[in-house]
């Protein structure tokens, strides 16, 4: 496969023609090319309505057609090999190892879903029999989920296979049954190109209606508020920075047909550090949470932006290792200029306010758009009365919150708006002091967690990769694992359906023997 | 107990000092006693307040707690006895035998979300074990849902009982573990009233933060809009018209943290005569579509308001027994004088369309506010070519759509907008013709039934009363059924928690005896 800087628009290669884009390698600054087309009204109008005519032949394929395509997407991505990662390292400056992991991620996310399609689960399988002798008799009600429909994608800047093309939004959108129309990330664009067609290929060779996938090139925020203004497309799953995701959620509220907008948004992902864990941790927890800070140069949603302790001894001796830990970490090229950019103004705004200090700084960046990470220092009384606190400064930056007591620290809990997730370093002798914690995060954060830090975010069945309003749009979703595919559901209930017209999911005898909610019982029957 | 004229908010009566509304009898105009303090925003701040406050406390009682809770209020609102059903009738013109039924709905749902808090099957526990041993390791991630917050109930007209302070939403909202807020219909204040003191009661009786629950009253659209926009609001419940329901949809979109809305608004529930079932039960079908048609005046959100299928002598045959049974339908007095008003012009407005005629209507209004049923005819082209006829007339009115042959009635299917319902009267020659309707109609309706008529709502688990806008604003959720309790929960994933502090459901040993998703497999234990 190779790069043509063409989009893809259902089986075929498009070039775009209202101007041009490129890739650029953020370590350097140089161009990378081709250079890339850039498609207009016309081409989302074309993606929109192949995915509006391939949606009921789709949604109608079995579950084992999804999930091979879901794999032979997967394989596919593998056999890109050293191309892909290759291509994605220079256009986000993303070291290779972490792309090669990253890569096993995004497999393993296509693979977890092709298994949720087969288990069938997802569908929600629930039946209540006929009662014709009750006054009022009661019909034969069946109930399953079916897709939403056509979807539009926003990738991530941050995840450059995980979430983009092919990353978990698509991956559950097209398991769900719902044709996808992507909008490629311009952070990525030759990586978002390669990824495409594989998936272009893997709907062909599974003879799949053309319009379950396009990819589209557009630079400017208008062309994202036209894709989801598209009467066909029913919902939006985006992950990116707030601002570019509350324009989408309004632009989907004022459609004539209002449609759910699930974006991943900004969070801090406060820590919080009960005292007995950190008297008996102090330079473990340091060193740990330097580690968190750094990891992809801070470019991760789940980066530890906040951590609160009480002042003292050991919040001195957690200050120090830190510091330490700091000073020998090396400035990372982040993934665009613009995104440094704004990280450097953004630990200027915050070094300037008043009542913080800055604790100290990475080693300094010896090429362009490289961070040096920066920690910063206040005191609770601060950081409840300063509001720019609470928000997201996206890279290696972090605040650490000294409270006179925990009653401060309860406040500080309070006073957090929503999180992705929500940490606690503790002991046995904390739990009093956790269990005041626990409801007030519970209010706050979708994943909350305990003696680690948030960063990874594992792909199973009981995770949660979401939060209150500003974390993610819906608090009531999750962005990462099997219940992801639930976004891009709706129930149907079938009311004294014939037999000969039951899907099968509902059918009796339970030809795919799913787990199903019988009469309120839950059965293999 | 008695009317009082006062909001209940927490375990105080309030007199609202912002200006006086009155109930009237809708069958004779007349002003009921008492007449009802309307509230300001100092009782939406004190009423949200307290909401706000119980939160945590009402969200940690166990199920029995709430279940118990859930069964006295269904038990004090049977021991009003006819003082109740005497003023609902007053308030509304509904015959007290249809309030009698609507009554036992009632209890039944607070019933069944007793049952379902019991089961504990909604809290949607997912366990995934640690893999200490694999690279990187996987730690102990355990799922389950919380309530999302206070909500907002906004009571129907139309169901005085079923869907007003204690109705379907209050159920499952107060079931999820949610406060409520409601804001009593002005058409049924003294009905609200006597409920409201049933919940207060029980409230205390349980021993339950007073917030739990409060009754407003408020005369305006901004009382309403103040309520959705109070920060304590997590989530809205509305059944009502689509205006209504857009306008709190736009003012929970703007609020600096957006929250869900749950309208449940308006729709025409089509009804599709295949040919083989009409040409052998024309008469039979014409006689069950005019009784559906009048059931309760034709104020049900399932209300039959359109009727599609292929012209000829069938068509001819169903059109004149539908027109005998009409004749002898009499007027039924309508909830209040402005949905009459607003009958009455809706049905002028569709009469005067080009292209619409009026088949018939039913005996002659002989009371204030009583609603001769009506029956328009029209064919596909003229269907398809104007938009209003989408739209619903609030009452019974119907409009019969004749259709030249199968692809206009394919073609008449996929140009309707989001349904409630659509129905398809059919014998097994018509599967053919069932199949190509069955995926459009899936795309339109939350429920599709086959041989009945729509107009009743069953309560039970795999019933869906939603779909797809403008019929509801979230077509992934059901107003009715024991799902409707999914609407105020999100998940939270706990990572590494300490056994002495995890949540009941997902403790080891299952002590709740819940099913539970384990590693992926639905296993009891």
């Given amino acids: 496969m190779m790069i043509t800087g063409k989009m893809l628009i259902g089986q075929s290669a498009v070039r775009g023609d209202k101007g041009l884009l490129s890739a650029i390698n953020p370590a350097t600054h140089e161009t990378l090319g081709p250079d890339f087309g850039v498609g207009g009204i016309a081409d989302i109008e074309q993606a929109c309505t192949l995915a509006q005519q391939a949606c009921d032949r789709y949604r109608a394929t079995t579950a084992e057609q999804r999930a091979q395509f879901l794999e032979a997407i997967a394989t596919g991505i593998l056999a890109l090999g050293v191309t892909l990662i290759g291509r994605a390292s220079l256009e986000t400056g993303l070291p290779a190892a972490r792309l090669i992991i990253e890569r096993g991620r995004t497999v393993s996310q296509l693979r977890l879903f092709a298994q949720v399609v087969r288990d069938g689960h997802y569908l929600g399988a629930t039946l209540d029999s006929a009662l014709p002798t009750r006054l009022p008799a009661r019909p034969d009600l069946r109930l399953h989920k079916i897709a939403l429909g056509p979807v539009a994608v926003f990738g991530a800047s941050n995840f450059p296979l995980a979430f983009s093309v092919a990353g978990g939004d698509s991956a559950a959108a097209l398991a769900a049954g719902c044709p996808i129309v992507v909008k490629a990330h311009e952070a990525h664009l030759g990586t978002s190109e390669l990824v495409g067609q594989v998936i272009q290929q893997a709907a062909a060779a599974h003879n799949l209606p053309e319009g379950v996938f396009s990819l589209l090139i557009g630079d400017s925020h208008p062309f994202g508020q036209s894709l989801v203004s598209h009467p066909a497309i029913k919902a939006v799953a985006f992950t990116g920075s707030r601002q570019g995701g509350l324009a989408l959620m309004r632009t989907a509220a004022q459609r004539s047909e209002p449609i759910p907008v699930y974006a991943e948004m900004s969070c801090i992902n406060p820590v919080f550090l009960l005292p007995h864990a ?248």
């Fill in 278 to 525: 950190l008297s008996m941790r102090a330079s473990e927890i340091g060193r740990g949470f330097v580690e968190a800070l750094t990891m992809s140069a801070g470019q991760l949603c789940t980066n530890p932006g906040l951590v609160i302790a009480l002042e003292g001894q050991p919040l001195t001796q957690f200050c120090s290792t830190a510091l330490d830990a700091l000073h020998k970490k090396a400035a990372a090229t982040m993934l665009t200029p613009g995104i440094h950019h704004a990280y450097l103004a953004g630990i200027e705004e915050t070094g300037n306010i008043s009542g913080i200090t800055t604790l100290g700084q990475g080693c300094p960046a010896e090429k362009p758009s490289a961070a040096q990470a920066t920690v910063f220092v206040t005191d609770a009384a601060t950081f409840l009365t300063t509001g720019r606190l609470g928000d997201e400064t996206f890279g290696p930056s972090s605040l650490i919150v000294a409270c006179k007591n925990a009653d401060e620290m309860l406040a500080v809990a309070e006073h957090l708006s929503g999180q992705l997730t929500a940490t606690m370093q503790l002991d046995d002798a904390d739990h009093s002091l956790a269990r005041k914690l626990l409801p007030i995060l519970e209010r706050k954060a979708g994943r909350i967690l305990v003696n680690g830090y948030p960063n990874n975010v594992e792909v199973s069945h009981a995770m949660v990769h979401g939060g209150p309003f500003p974390a993610s749009s819906d608090s009531r979703s999750s962005a990462v694992g099997a219940s992801a595919i639930d976004r891009f559901l709706r129930p149907v209930c079938y009311q004294d359906l014939p037999a000969a017209l039951m899907p099968e999911a509902l059918q009796e005898g339970n030809p795919l023997e799913l787990w199903r909610m019988v009469n309120g019982q839950c059965v293999l029957a």
